[in-house]
């Protein structure tokens, strides 16, 4: 499943569709992360092996500042392994609360991982590691 969400949350099962989307503004993270923790509910761990990965520009406007910490985690404990990626247009370092979130979590769960993939950064297969948190770094 796919959950495509701006300011309302859809889940899309067709990976064409999901790609294709035209969604609008006014983003809430919070209604994309209790539409994963809707979907994760369809799919008992004892049967599947669930991965969340998401990607967006965290930045957030319409979402209680208190809901999300709660959200994230709840998606964390429901995942097998979190992925979140920043993709955004600017250049400037992120540090939304969004941001600040999933760093906390990528410090403190090996199975989270963060990365900001700025505008200046080149974008080579490498960036896989870092997204699965296999790199050198980690090992050391």
Avoid: C, W
């Amino acid at each position: 499943s796919f959950i495509a969400f701006d300011g309302s949350a859809h889940e899309v099962n067709d990976p064409e569709e999901f790609f294709r989307l035209q969604l609008g503004g006014g983003t809430s993270y919070a209604k994309g992360l209790a539409k994963t923790v809707e979907v994760q509910a369809k799919y008992p761990e004892s049967l599947y092996d669930r991965y969340v990965v998401l990607a967006g520009d965290m930045e957030d406007f319409d979402s209680p500042e208190e809901d999300l910490p709660g959200l994230f985690d709840q998606v964390r404990r429901g995942s097998q392994f979190f992925a979140s990626v920043r993709m955004a247009y600017r250049a400037e370092p992120a540090r939304t609360r969004i941001d600040d979130i999933l760093r906390r979590l990528h410090e403190e769960d090996p199975f989270v991982s963060y990365v900001d993939l700025a505008p200046e950064n080149h974008y080579e297969p490498l960036i896989l590691r870092r997204i699965f948190r296999n790199d050198e770094e980690k090992k050391k």
